[in-house]
């Protein structure tokens, strides 16, 4: 089951569909981890960095980044919205492959992940760190 994790006041981030958008949620996650203290966040990068570049290539419009604390058990998570129609999927394993290991390398990464459709279009895309 996907964590509940829209809150108002959740810190959040909107940016532009450019190649600049992993970078900037990199910065914006880590800027996040160390206001509530969490040293241990390299896993965190990765894994925004693949959700937004995910959201960059396959998506459409705004991309949204949010990270929130699991109001279960307090563990981090990260949201990628963007208002593109398909649904992410780990790809199979292809070792001649020069892309499309962003999806596996989140699922190793995150304690769990997934993805809910919205109402008026579009997908989030989770990952709790």
């Known amino acids: 089951m996907p964590p509940t994790v829209v809150a108002p006041g959740a810190p959040t981030l909107f940016l532009e569909p450019f190649d600049l958008a992993p970078s900037l949620a990199r910065r914006f996650v880590e800027v996040w981890f160390r206001e509530w203290e969490i040293s241990d966040f ?18 459409d419009g705004t991309i949204v980044v949010r990270v929130v604390r699991d109001g279960r058990d307090g563990r981090p ?12 999927e780990i790809q199979p394993e292809n070792y ?10 989140v699922s190793l990464l995150a304690l769990d992940w997934g993805t809910r459709p919205l109402p008026d279009g579009g997908k989030v ?3 709790k760190c």
């Open 77 to 88: 998570v990260i949201e990628v919205q963007d208002d593109g129609a398909g649904r992410p």
């Open 42 to 59: 390299t896993d965190a990068l990765v894994v925004v960095s693949e959700l937004v570049t995910n959201s960059l290539l396959h998506g």
């Open 125 to 127: 895309t989770w990952a």
């Open 96 to 105: 001649a492959a020069t892309a499309g290991r962003g999806l596996l390398m």
